[in-house]
């Protein structure tokens, strides 16, 4: 097991180098001056020096570069002019609000998922299998910001259930918690609803026609126990790996959900970043996710291995 | 060599011509039995046919204001309603289905041209496959939506500035399809016939293993099509698209967001002809792929 949770690892060393760089030099497609851009056309040679400066432009870029991965090094993701902060602290005081919201989707998204994919599995070619499969193509379809504005639209402007953005924190006031993350949680949900319910569907149509499911059949077993034991059990390894899909489309999900909604996480940090052209927060940021589900990845990796002994031993 | 190389395609090939003429049939055929493909690729016609006559739907301008009809509601008059500045709703939505389906053809045909030949050289010679996927690799690590607005951010907006992020983000899962694809095709006795024959890698790759890798790349292509468009608009709701007053749907939401409570038909109408867009390109896909690639197919 040691040694699966060391290759992982020791594969997501170039992929970080890589994007580490890629980062890097993201900073200097900026067309023309970025001081100018960022001074205005109002601003002095010395006030463009000064921001040049700032963001450490005025050095040569290897010695940029150096910086840089000597910043990473020391968890240093630079700091954004914009905040006055470290982009790493500003990043870490909005994570619990992101966090929260992306498990409450991600709850929404297993239960849905599995279950409508389950049962279009068992009855296939009937109109519960059509109903989800269509529930399924609406979900991969449907833009999920457009989803939150019309879900505000409804719920809030004309019926007045619930409130149009904001954020309470759960540990303040969990029943004010939930009614503000409960339409964030499922416009956010709805795409990755779809792909898993797809996903377990044919996984699960895979397991139902192996040996084992019809033996389990034949020696007798009720039929719950069958689904429940035998054919769910094995149809879970395959859905464990695209769970890594699941929280990358979250996290680029939350970005535009947590705009539509008003909800002070990272994703909102990101989009304001946009706006005030906080270069560096751009950065950081997009830094900051990658190397999280990056590690995420890692975390599926061994636990696929884990749960499923013919990968550990054939690799490992 | 070569020359015998040549004599020997063009003989398998001409006994091949009625055979491989009549799979093409088939695959037609088939594809035209596909419920969903067939409404996929109705639903598709009826948004490419409101861009193409966007200026007939709609003679007024997207962009002309009339301050007298602000905030109309859909009615006869206007089919779509009005927005805060009194243009014509119906024309900024067809207008804007030119752009994004602009946006997204060109994607495509980026991610066709380069997703090829990148996956191509990466499957087909070994030397170059590791550099190749390792930033492959990296590329795709980032969340594609995050990453495009990245680029998007840093290259400022503009069209042009649009479809180059797009591409950036999408090439290397295309390329990755690709080079499965040729990995598998340059395994094939036919391939392996052509090498022995004396051809070149130039036309093993074009003349063999290229045609045959083609069914994976399109249906891809379709899927990246939705992508390309839903990321566009996204990338435009949150202010980094073609500059406003650009009619691209992500644009007229953006701006109609704050007048949601008053005027929801902004944010409703272009908001419906994009989830259509996505679910008619996403039922192409579903078709292409069970037609064309049966390895890939959905358990039916």
Partial sequence: MGRVILRSIAGAIPVVLLVTLITFGLMRLIPGDVSAALGGITSTTEEREQIRKNLGLDEPVHVQLLKWYG?????DLGRSHFLGKDVTTATFERLPVSFSLSLYALVITLILGIVSGILAALRQN??????????????????????GLMM??????HLGWLPTGGYVPFTQDPIGWLRS???PAISLALLQVGLLARITRSTMLEVLRQDYVRTARAKGLPNYLVIGKHALANAMIPIITVIGIIVSLSVSGAVVTETVFSIPGVGQLLTSAILNRDYPMIQGGLLFVTLMLVGINIAVDVAYAWLDPRVRFERG | MADSAVAFDEAVAAAAEPERRSARWDTLRRLWRHRSFKFGLALFAIIVAAAVLAPWISPVSPNKLQMRLRFEPPSWDHPFGTDNLGRSQLARVVYGAQLSLFIGTMVVLVNAVFGTLIGALAGYFKQLDNALMRINDAIMAFPAVLLAIGVAAVLGRSTPNMILALSIVYIPRTARIVRSSVIVVSQMEYVQAAVAAGAGHWRILRRHILPNSMAPLLVQLSFLFAYAVLTEATLSFLGLGAEPPAPTWGNIMSEGRQYMREAPWIITIPGAALAITVMALNLLGDGLRDVLDPRLKIQQ
């Fill in chain 1, 152 to 157: 505000i639209v409804l719920f809030s402007v």
């Fill in chain 1, 181 to 183: 993350t409960t339409m």
């Fill in chain 1, 71 to 75: 910043g990473l090094l020391r968890a």
């Fill in chain 1, 126 to 147: 009937t109109w519960v299998d059509q109903a989800a499969m269509m529930f399924a193509l609406i979900g991969v379809s449907m833009p999920n910001f457009w989803l």
